[in-house]
């Protein structure tokens, strides 16, 4: 590759340019030296987009969409936090289905007429007024069509009976009254993950400052140390002067110090990457670094960014010659990241610990962690507002607020304290208001069916059960560590204004534009620390590259080696694959996920059926769908079932089979297995165990692994309609681990839908546990209910052995 970049050089082609663009969401990975100058002379990041940048994107593409006249896109922008294009794409998509799921809702279909064999469906219309539309439904048809049902398709869903009942497309008339409005955005929203929250991102929080009683000083200090600078940075730009690095919030356990880091995030709309302390800590050597380092790393790809480290102090602990070596080189790492080395503009810092004498003193100098702040255990007027916000949607009757915050019990009782002694009373309450003996309670009866009211007394009660999380010598603790905390702090500001002072007395052409700069930026802290802390300055760590023996890189090599010629001297195991559904699978065999059938036949056979409702609102039908749940949940059985009823080509495999190990083997078989589908389009492709191919991709992986992982995205991203004429080509995935897929494969545009099944709860066991004793010879009074109550955790895979087995 380095060879073919040179040879690009205009004396070598003519003088006519060629051009190489290329790709990639893992640059640290490529090699150093194709990525200079002369080679890869640019480097372009597309990050995260911000609310407005979303909003352009939303713009563009609901330009060929049918929507409504009033639809607000700078309200939907502000609900997609952490959306890229391809997650917006996906929930225009979606938005669009709901839109189609929404007009066939007023199809109402008696459950009586698909309960016998010979059974007809009587479809009526339903009232087009409740759904907003002129006329809504098939063309108009008598008041009821009766409708010929087998058995076979006897228990299928509202989506699947309708598609079987109308198969005649829409008029145009009632083409041109589908509209897709923004409350359809808004119901597809939560059935859309945002892929940068499988990079580390977490949905903001939905906590805003009404949901924090008292702590008024402290939100006014995180609007001006997060917030405002997050929205409106041209105010410190300009005085001249940089927004706070960091904010270190700590105090007692309880005080609401993460509840205020949520609200900040929730508050400023930023990008938001929420990290508790102990998760980055690994045992094998520079794990620990690198997952530090690519925290960064993500949040300078997606600024405005917040990044919330909880526990700061399991991450960052006082160095000291007890400390390893391995803690060592994670607080480095965190120094250096901190140190803004690379550009930290727009990336913005909170901490939280109820233990900051642990905190390694170098993390709390100003440029690091600027403001420390002190959440202190709430007085009585603060405690007065906490309950008043506890209680808001808590009906109160006799219950003195004030003299509750005033009580004495309550002295040292945190907000998380309030908080339990608020629950206690409630549950007290509806203890007392429902239930009238222990019978009653375990047999789920409500005895009166009364509003639930809360009473002081229950209030009473509730602090015989609830005690303060700290007690008065923590308390006092806390409060002269608070004084000390503050005395070293300011300690350590005035030495560095001292060194400052003396670095431009020595120079009588320091500018004083630069001083007040430097001093109200905290930007000279970099040049002083250099004088001020030279082991902090000096103090380095090599990288886990650097420190892999020899012996282990050969034996690296020696394994790249040897795998290739293992094919030849083991047997390869049958492959397992197929190209017809199961005969003997049909939906009528599963039981309990009548919902995720739905999704499925709404995703993959409406396009199919009804094309012209996706043409005509320009949505585009999904290429992937991710089943995934714990083994024995039926993911298998589902996709199987599904083709047999769709009746498309179909071609099953398992993914472990492609795997080879000859070089190049796996990508082939892929590939082949891609273009026998676009070959056969429309057409469904089920890989089960699709996790074996598709791992993360990570330094410690194997070559092999990676270019099968990296031939699986392009064969997604070649199943575009325009390369398949037209007809779709849809790929199913079935694991029980989703979290080892590589994010790029599960970002919408690829497997744009993921189905979740769960483990069912009592009622789903007893819907699985009467399908699958259709066929059994049961005794007359056979209880399901019993024995669906009788086997909690069960899925369907064990339902299945629990028959045969009685």
Not at 489 to 516: Q, R, W, Y
Not at 655 to 683: N, T
């Amino acid at each position: 590759m380095l060879t073919c970049m040179d040879d690009l050089a205009s004396e070598k082609t003519g003088g006519k340019p060629v051009v190489v663009i290329g790709a990639t969401n893992r640059p640290d990975s490529l090699d150093p030296a194709l990525r200079r100058a002369g080679r890869f002379d640019r480097e372009i990041c597309l990050n995260v987009p911000d609310e407005i940048g979303r909003e352009k994107i939303l713009r563009v593409l609901c330009e060929k969409l049918r929507l409504s006249g009033d639809f607000d896109f700078k309200k939907l922008a502000k609900s997609t936090p952490g959306f890229v294009g391809a997650d917006l794409s996906a929930l225009a998509a979606e938005a669009g289905a709901v839109a189609m799921r929404r007009m066939y809702g007023a199809l109402k279909i008696p459950p009586t007429a698909i309960k016998a064999p010979e059974a007809t469906i009587v479809t009526q219309l339903g009232d087009s007024a409740n759904i907003g539309m002129d006329q809504v439904g098939p063309p108009p048809l008598s008041a009821s069509v009766p409708v010929p049902v087998t058995p076979a398709s006897g228990s299928l869903s509202l989506i699947q009976r309708f598609l079987k009942a109308y198969p005649d497309r829409l008029t145009e008339k009632q083409l041109d009254s589908l509209y897709i409005t923004l409350p359809d955005f808004l119901t597809a929203l939560p059935k859309i993950q945002p892929s940068s929250k499988r990079e580390g991102f977490a949905t903001v929080p939905d906590v805003t400052w009404a949901d924090i009683g008292a702590l008024e000083s402290l939100k006014v200090e995180m609007r001006m140390a997060v917030v405002q600078p997050i929205k409106t940075p041209e105010l410190y730009e300009s005085v001249g002067i940089t927004a706070p690095a960091g904010v270190l919030l700590w105090g007692p356990p309880g005080c609401g110090k993460t509840l205020l880091a949520k609200a900040v995030a929730n508050e400023s709309r930023a990008n938001f990457i929420s990290i508790q302390g102990p998760e980055l800590l690994n045992k094998y050597v520079g794990e620990s670094e690198r997952a530090v380092r690519q925290v960064f790393s993500r949040a300078r790809a997606s600024i405005p960014c917040v990044i919330f480290f909880d526990e700061l102090d399991a991450l960052a602990p006082r160095r000291s010659d007890s400390l390893s070596e391995s803690s060592h080189r994670v607080v480095n790492t965190l120094l250096t990241e901190l140190d803004g080395l690379n550009d930290r503009k727009g990336i913005y810092v909170i901490g939280t610990t109820n233990r900051p004498n642990a905190i390694d003193p170098a993390i709390l100098r100003p440029g690091r962690f600027d403001n420390p702040f002190f959440v202190d255990l709430p007085n009585t007027e603060e405690r007065v507002e906490i309950l008043k916000t506890l209680t808001k949607k808590t009906p109160l009757s006799d219950v003195d607020l004030g003299a509750v915050a005033e009580d004495n019990r309550c002295k040292n009782f945190s907000g998380a304290d309030l908080a339990a002694l608020v629950r206690k009373a409630a549950i007290l309450a509806l203890r007392r208001s429902c239930f009238t003996d222990v019978a009653e309670v375990e047999e789920g009866k409500n005895a009166s069916g009364s509003q639930v009211i809360v009473t002081a007394e229950d209030f009473e009660k509730a602090f015989t059960n609830v005690r303060p999380s700290v007690l008065e010598d923590d308390r006092e603790q806390y409060r002269e560590l608070a004084t000390r905390f503050d005395w070293v702090l300011g300690e350590i500001k005035a030495f560095h204004l001292c060194l400052l002072k003396k670095e431009i007395d020595n120079s009588s052409t320091f500018p004083m534009g630069t001083v007040f700069k430097l001093i109200m930026g905290n930007a000279f802290t970099g040049h002083i620390l250099e004088k001020a802390g030279p082991s902090d300055a000096k103090r380095g760590w090599r990288s886990f590259q650097e420190r892999l023996p020899t012996n282990a890189q050969a034996q690296h090599r020696r394994q790249d080696l040897i795998t290739p010629e293992c094919p030849k001297v083991v047997r390869q195991p049958p492959q397992n694959d197929s190209r017809e559904p199961p005969k003997n699978i049909s939906l009528m065999d599963i039981g309990g996920i009548e919902d995720v059938i739905e999704d499925l036949l709404q995703l993959i056979a409406m396009p199919l059926v009804h094309p012209e409702t996706y043409l005509h609102t320009g949505v585009q039908p999904p290429r992937g769908v991710l089943l995934h749940g714990p083994p024995g949940c039926g993911k298998t059985m589902l996709a199987n079932a599904i083709a047999g009823e769709i009746g498309l080509p179909f071609i099953a495999i398992s993914a472990p089979s492609i795997v080879s190990g000859m070089s190049g083997e796996s990508e082939k078989k892929l590939r082949e297995l891609f273009e026998e589908a676009r070959e056969k389009a429309p057409c469904l492709i089920f890989m089960d165990e699709i996790d074996a191919i598709t791992p993360k991709r990570e330094s410690t992986q194997r070559e092999m692994e990676r270019r099968i992982v990296a031939q699986m995205l392009t064969c997604m991203d070649d199943l575009a309609s325009e390369k398949t004429g037209g007809k779709p080509v849809v790929v199913i995935g079935a694991t029980n681990r989703p979290d080892s897929l590589d994010p790029a494969l599960r970002r919408a545009g690829r497997f744009d839908r993921e189905i979740c099944l769960n483990v069912p709860d009592e009622i789903g066991r007893e819907k699985i546990l009467r399908v699958l004793c259709e066929k059994l010879r049961l005794s007359g009074d056979f209880d399901f209910k019993k024995l669906a109550k009788s086997t909690p955790g069960f899925v369907g895979a064990d339902l299945s052995a629990l028959a045969a087995e009685a």
